[in-house]
């Protein structure tokens, strides 16, 4: 084996007597190992972190054909300069998290949803010629379930996540809440719109937080709350229509998704570890799981609530 000359670097070595050419990517420097995993990641899709570490061992190999990409990532890399290399390394979250994917199964008979009946209020019954039905239990078309909050319940101790500035908007429209179960930070603001020219009033039921009642009788009115903690779940109801409900999981990170149409549901950017993740039904209560995120494999997981 003859030391590279095309990395210019004597811990990085090519052989071209394999059947295909092998790269040895490996370094006992700090600034060898990572430029070798920035390889690995580009050239092989290879998890940055994990070929950190092992760019940092002995014999390492890397089988590639791909030996001319190299040259280039290594022209470009020395051009470039490893400060944005170790930029990115500390900065982004990204390349440490893993996403964990899944499904919300339901067996059974789906129950049959009642018509809600509006007729108390001629604003609302005009919005809907064909009578809408309550939205407690939603089975989807392929058999999974709607509206099924997913979230990360343990594992995330110590932690902290700046609450987003982004809103969170729960739209009163057609005399329903529109989105009717969803996930919010604790601090991050939630908008309050009343789409209706009708009174509407948001009454939070919330146990953690300052509970609020706050009449909306102006159609296009617009308030802004936040919950001060974290809460699974928080009630909204309208004291006006008495069908109207809603489910806020109020959560201090972002990690936490909603089942929707297909029951499907994704944690995304969840730093590596072991979690508990926890599914909320508002009929079916709560079920958890152990999963364990690697930033390689997404962790997969399903749901099952029974009818
Ligand atoms: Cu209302």
């Known amino acids: 084996m003859k030391k590279n000359k095309i990395l210019g670097h004597p811990r990085m070595q090519r052989s071209s007597t394999a059947a295909k050419p092998h790269v040895f990517l490996r370094s006992r420097s700090m600034r060898g190992a990572l430029r070798c995993a920035l390889y690995a990641r580009a050239l092989f899709g290879m998890s940055f972190v994990?070929?950190?570490?092992?760019?940092?061992?002995?014999?390492?190999?890397?089988?590639?054909?791909?030996?001319?990409?190299?040259?280039?990532?290594?022209?470009?890399?020395?051009?470039?300069?490893?400060?944005?290399?170790?930029?990115?390394?500390?900065?982004?979250?990204?390349?440490?998290?893993?996403?964990?994917?899944?499904?919300?199964?339901?067996?059974?008979t789906a129950p049959q949803m009642e018509k809600i009946s509006m007729a108390a209020d001629p604003v609302c019954s005009s919005l809907h010629p064909?009578?809408?039905?309550?939205?407690?239990?939603?089975?989807?078309?392929n058999?999974?379930?709607k509206n099924v909050f997913v979230y990360v319940k343990e594992g995330l101790e110590g932690k902290t996540f700046p609450a987003p500035t982004t809103l969170v908007t729960i739209n009163q429209s057609g005399c329903q809440y529109h989105p009717h179960v969803f996930g919010i930070q604790v601090g991050?603001?939630?908008?309050?719109?009343?789409?209706?020219?009708?009174?509407h009033n948001v009454h939070s039921l919330a146990e953690q937080s300052k509970s609020f009642n706050l009449g909306m009788p102006l159609q296009g009115m617009k308030l802004t709350k936040k919950f001060e903690n974290p809460e699974i779940m928080v009630k909204f109801k309208c004291d006006v229509h008495p069908w109207m409900n809603a489910y806020i999981g109020v959560l201090t990170h972002p990690y936490y998704n909603v089942s929707g149409d297909e029951g499907t549901f994704e944690i995304k950017d969840l730093p590596a570890g072991d979690y508990v993740i926890e599914a909320w039904h508002e009929k079916y209560g709560t079920q958890t799981q152990n999963i364990t995120v690697t930033e390689d494999t997404p962790a997969q997981i399903e749901f099952t609530f029974a009818g």
């Open 50 to 108: 994990a070929h950190l570490r092992k760019c940092s061992g002995r014999n390492l190999r890397f089988l590639s054909e791909n030996v001319s990409g190299i040259q280039m990532l290594d022209s470009r890399l020395k051009r470039a300069g490893m400060t944005f290399f170790l930029s990115l390394l500390i900065f982004s979250q990204t390349i440490f998290a893993g996403t964990v994917t899944g499904k919300a199964n339901f067996s059974g």
């Open 188 to 199: 991050q603001p939630l908008e309050l719109i009343n789409s209706d020219s009708t009174l």
């Open 143 to 145: 058999g999974t379930l």
């Open 130 to 141: 064909e009578p809408v039905s309550e939205e407690t239990v939603l089975v989807n078309n």
